[in-house]
C-alpha cells in the first residue's frame, strides 16, 4: 500500500492505493483533511489612465477577460456608436469594445498589455 495526499479545489486529500489482483475493489470512504488554504495571490496595482480622466457619460467595456491588443481610438477622437475604442485579445482572438453611443471618448482607462477582466471599464466616451 502507498499513502498519498491529493489536493483538488484546494482542499487536500489523504488516499491510500493499494496493488489489486485484477479485480474490482470495493470502494472506501475516505475522510477528506482540510489543508491550510493556499495564499491569496496579491491583488494587482490598478493601471493609471492614460487620460486621467475616466468621468464620461457613457463606459466602454472589455467583452472578456484578455489582454489590452490595441487602443483604436485616443481621447478626443470622435466615435459613432459601434465604432472600435479598445480591441482585446482573449484566447488568440483579437475582440473590439465598440462605442456604445456616438460621441467623444473622454478617457483611456487602459494601457496596451494590461490584463483586463471582463465587464472591467476601459474607456470613457462624453
Not at 475493489?25 to 477528506?32: E, F, G, I, M
Not at 488554504?37 to 467583452?63: D, E, F, I, N
Request: hydrophobic share 50%.
Amino acid at each position: 500500500m502507498k499513502n498519498y495526499t491529493i489536493t483538488v479545489n484546494g482542499t487536500a486529500y489523504d488516499v491510500t492505493v493499494e496493488e489489486g489482483t485484477g479485480a474490482p475493489a470495493a470502494p472506501r470512504a475516505a475522510a477528506p483533511r482540510a489543508a491550510a488554504p493556499a495564499p491569496a495571490a496579491a491583488p494587482a496595482a490598478p493601471a493609471a489612465p492614460a487620460s486621467g480622466g475616466g468621468a464620461g457619460k457613457y463606459k466602454v467595456t472589455a467583452g472578456a477577460a484578455g489582454k489590452v491588443f490595441k487602443i483604436d481610438a485616443p481621447v478626443g477622437t470622435v466615435v459613432k456608436r459601434g465604432d472600435p475604442v479598445v480591441t482585446v485579445e482573449a484566447m488568440k482572438m483579437e475582440i473590439p469594445s465598440v462605442a456604445p453611443e456616438d460621441g467623444t471618448v473622454a478617457s483611456i482607462d487602459v494601457a496596451v498589455g494590461d490584463a483586463v477582466a471582463a465587464d472591467a471599464v476601459l474607456a470613457t466616451i462624453n
